[in-house]
């Protein structure tokens, strides 16, 4: 009843940028807490970011200053704007929307390296 599709990931130079993109369908994301997870090779998936039905946003402390989670409620999108990557955000990453029951994306790789 809930599906989410990313979009966005790729290959990225370190220092540069992408821009991912999580549309869902069955739910009107503003009314949930939308996150970015990721899971490195090798590592257990963790949380990114986080954006609240009131706005408000949250960020693991790796990433701060460097990514930015916004939506745009008209498309029912969350988008992760990620900047000046580093080799250590190589990771799958996850659209979550926690409407009580976890929805999540199939995932878009990230990968970071000269």
């Known amino acids: 009843q809930v599906q989410l599709v990313e979009s966005g990931g790729g290959l990225a130079l370190p220092g540069g940028s992408l821009r991912l993109s999580c549309t869902a369908s069955?739910?009107?994301?503003?009314?949930?807490?939308t996150g970015w997870y990721r899971q490195a090779p090798g590592k257990q998936r963790e949380l990114v970011a986080r954006?609240?039905?009131?706005?408000?946003?949250n960020y693991v402390d790796s990433v701060k200053g460097r990514f930015t989670i916004s939506r745009d409620s008209s498309k029912n999108t969350v988008f992760l704007q990620m900047n000046s990557l580093k080799v250590e955000d190589t990771a799958v990453y996850y659209c979550?929307?926690?409407?009580?029951?976890?929805?999540w994306g199939r995932g878009t790789l990230v990968t970071v390296s000269s």
């Open positions: 979550n929307v926690a409407t009580g029951v976890n929805y």
């Open positions: 069955g739910r009107y994301l503003p009314n949930y807490t």
């Open positions: 954006i609240f039905s009131d706005n408000k946003t």
